[in-house]
């Protein structure tokens, strides 16, 4: 091919590993495309996402090429445009196969790839076994990340190094990673497909169908959410939601402390992890709160309070988004305890989404040093994370990040607000689209869904999960000028 202008050069690696991607795509595609033509569901979509992702991939690896080392700013750009153009091809099944309007089709797949498991799906009949699954599969796609995926398993990109990492598993300290980090990806990776098979040997032993085991537990280690059944876990045992707690847990940890601590056998890594410790914290103190409001409101049985109180807090921390119950029908108290539970997140470089354990705990650990300092003014005070004592850089981007959070959740709510008119909408339904939790309260309940919002919520629902899943720097760095000048 003729070179590229030297202005445009600089995006050739971007170009290359979205075309990858597509062809990836493409192929799995015509997979579920052959599955669904063997049980006798419409193949349709799958077909005509097979030929685009393709082509297309085709086409933009030609342009691109993997040469050099992408700096940080294709990193940033890379990364915000593979999680903005990939549901665009996933929506095809929905829209050609599954019957969903164009609109529904992309919120249903942008939810997908986000693991937020936000859903507009009403009738759960319309939807055969090979489209659930494939709409499960996406979501353990986007759970840990195509990006890890891709350094894992194509190591001729040689594409990011730690940047790339760093950009979608956020929180995995330095220290942590090994020297080669696609050999700290491959090891992620391990756990994830450990923490997937697990799920379904559980989900499967506890009585669940095999096909109904085999998408949940796709997307419980992706701790994304979306279930084949309408009633979510309350369709199934207390023994299944006892596991499902357990797992929900293990998908919000850090996967590379779990790789360590079960498979390299190093089980004290975990508890000596403050950040993991303040996790089952925050996991206790609101699931026996909120287990001792349903006793005291008289809502369940002792056990059973613990069972969904557990469940359910499990959920929301971890942004997985499954329902054992209607929890939007509990006592307000009930409901304000988990509802704080959309701002905190799970533990970082694990699937979950939101703000994260870790940043809580660095804000917090600033906030005091701030408090020593007001007092004491020529105080040398540094600010501690366990033995850690953590650099300026470091509080600077907390600081960024929770004000862009901040940001964005404010923008969502206000925007759903007005054109819904209804603030407990507004709030529940931006608080899970950014922290890619799924159910939110009211008419976007967990026994709900998103179909009836207003065509523009819906979009302002999708850019928001597009932002939370990338952590909202990307995104914001997309309309710099700056970025735009760094890649002349």
Same mark, same amino acid.
């Given at each position: 091919?003729?070179?590229?202008?030297?202005?445009?050069?600089?995006?050739?690696?971007?170009?290359?590993?979205?075309?990858?991607?597509?062809?990836?795509?493409?192929?799995?595609? *015509?997979?579920?495309?052959?599955?669904?033509?063997?049980?006798?569901?419409?193949? $349709?979509?799958? *077909?005509?996402?097979?030929?685009?992702?393709?082509?297309?991939?085709?086409?933009?690896?030609?342009?691109?090429?993997? #040469?050099?080392?992408?700096?940080?700013?294709?990193?940033?750009?890379?990364?915000?445009?593979?999680?903005?153009?990939?549901?665009?091809?996933?929506?095809?099944?929905?829209?050609?196969?599954?019957?969903?309007?164009?609109?529904?089709?992309?919120?249903?797949?942008?939810?997908?790839?986000?693991?937020?498991?936000?859903?507009?799906?009403?009738?759960? &009949?319309?939807?055969?076994?090979?489209?659930?699954?494939?709409?499960?599969?996406?979501?353990?796609?986007?759970?840990?990340?195509?990006?890890?995926?891709?350094?894992?398993?194509?190591?001729?990109?040689?594409?990011?190094?730690?940047?790339?990492?760093?950009?979608?598993?956020?929180?995995?300290?330095?220290?942590?990673?090994?020297?080669?980090?696609?050999?700290?990806?491959?090891?992620?990776?391990?756990?994830?497909?450990?923490?997937?098979?697990?799920?379904?040997?559980?989900?499967?032993?506890?009585?669940?169908? /095999?096909?109904?085991?085999?998408? %949940?537990?796709?997307?419980?280690?992706?701790?994304?959410?979306?279930?084949?059944?309408?009633?979510?876990?309350?369709?199934?045992?207390?023994?299944?939601?006892?596991?499902?707690?357990?797992?929900?847990?293990?998908?919000?940890?850090?996967?590379?402390?779990?790789?360590?601590?079960?498979?390299?056998?190093?089980?004290?890594?975990?508890?000596? !992890?403050?950040?993991?410790?303040?996790?089952?914290?925050?996991?206790?103190?609101?699931?026996?709160?909120?287990?001792?409001?349903?006793?005291? %409101?008289?809502?369940?049985?002792?056990?059973?309070?613990?069972? @969904?109180?557990?469940?359910?807090?499990?959920?929301?921390?971890?942004?997985?988004?499954?329902?054992? *119950? !209607?929890?939007?029908?509990?006592?307000?108290?009930?409901?304000?305890?988990?509802?704080?539970?959309?701002?905190?997140?799970?533990?970082?470089?694990?699937?979950?989404?939101?703000?994260?354990?870790?940043?809580?705990?660095?804000?917090?650990?600033?906030?005091? $040093?701030?408090?020593?300092?007001?007092? @004491?003014?020529?105080?040398?005070? /540094?600010?501690?994370?366990?033995? $850690?004592?953590?650099?300026?850089?470091?509080?600077?981007?907390?600081?960024?990040?929770?004000?862009?959070?901040?940001?964005?959740?404010?923008?969502? &709510?206000?925007?759903?607000?007005?054109?819904?008119? !209804?603030?407990?909408?507004?709030?529940?339904?931006?608080?899970?689209?950014?922290?890619?939790?799924?159910?939110?309260?009211?008419?976007?309940?967990?026994?709900?869904?998103?179909?009836?919002? %207003?065509?523009?919520?819906?979009?302002?629902?999708?850019?928001?999960?597009?932002?939370?899943?990338? #952590?909202?720097?990307?995104?914001?760095?997309?309309?710099?000028?700056?970025?735009?000048?760094?890649?002349?």
């Amino acid at each position: 091919m003729r070179p590229w202008p030297r202005s445009w050069a600089k995006l050739r690696p971007t170009l290359y590993l979205l075309g990858l991607a597509f062809q990836v795509l493409g192929l799995l595609q *015509a997979a579920f495309g052959l599955l669904a033509w063997a049980f006798g569901e419409n193949p $349709r979509g799958f *077909a005509l996402g097979a030929l685009a992702g393709v082509a297309l991939g085709w086409l933009l690896g030609r342009l691109g090429g993997p #040469e050099g080392r992408p700096g940080r700013a294709e990193v940033f750009l890379s990364v915000a445009l593979l999680w903005l153009t990939l549901p665009l091809l996933g929506a095809l099944p929905f829209w050609l196969s599954g019957g969903l309007f164009p609109l529904d089709a992309l919120f249903e797949s942008f939810s997908g790839y986000t693991a937020t498991g936000a859903t507009v799906l009403e009738d759960f &009949a319309a939807f055969g076994p090979v489209l659930f699954i494939y709409r499960a599969f996406i979501q353990w796609l986007g759970g840990v990340g195509i990006v890890v995926a891709f350094l894992a398993v194509f190591p001729q990109l040689g594409f990011a190094g730690r940047q790339a990492f760093a950009a979608e598993v956020t929180g995995v300290e330095k220290e942590t990673l090994t020297p080669r980090v696609r050999q700290t990806a491959r090891l992620v990776l391990r756990a994830y497909l450990l923490l997937t098979t697990l799920a379904f040997l559980l989900y499967w032993a506890a009585g669940m169908p /095999p096909y109904e085991a085999l998408a %949940h537990a796709l997307t419980t280690a992706s701790a994304a959410g979306f279930s084949p059944r309408e009633e979510s876990f309350a369709a199934y045992s207390p023994a299944v939601q006892w596991a499902a707690t357990i797992l929900m847990l293990a998908a919000g940890a850090n996967f590379f402390l779990l790789y360590r601590g079960l498979l390299a056998r190093e089980p004290l890594a975990l508890l000596k !992890d403050l950040e993991f410790r303040a996790y089952l914290g925050v996991f206790a103190a609101v699931g026996l709160g909120v287990a001792g409001l349903l006793l005291l %409101h008289g809502v369940y049985a002792p056990l059973e309070a613990l069972r @969904h109180a557990l469940f359910q807090t499990a959920s929301l921390l971890t942004t997985t988004g499954y329902a054992s *119950a !209607d929890y939007a029908a509990w006592p307000v108290a009930a409901q304000v305890l988990l509802v704080l539970l959309f701002f905190v997140g799970g533990s970082a470089g694990s699937a979950a989404g939101g703000i994260k354990v870790v940043r809580w705990l660095i804000l917090f650990a600033f906030l005091r $040093r701030e408090m020593v300092r007001t007092l @004491h003014p020529q105080a040398v005070v /540094p600010v501690r994370l366990g033995a $850690r004592v953590l650099s300026d850089e470091v509080l600077r981007q907390v600081s960024l990040f929770i004000f862009l959070y901040t940001l964005a959740f404010a923008f969502g &709510a206000v925007a759903v607000g007005v054109l819904e008119g !209804d603030f407990v909408v507004a709030f529940s339904a931006s608080a899970q689209a950014i922290g890619n939790i799924g159910p939110g309260l009211g008419a976007v309940g967990p026994m709900a869904s998103y179909a009836d919002l %207003h065509p523009l919520s819906k979009l302002v629902l999708i850019l928001q999960m597009w932002a939370g899943r990338i #952590e909202l720097l990307p995104v914001v760095l997309l309309f710099s000028p700056e970025l735009w000048r760094r890649l002349r």
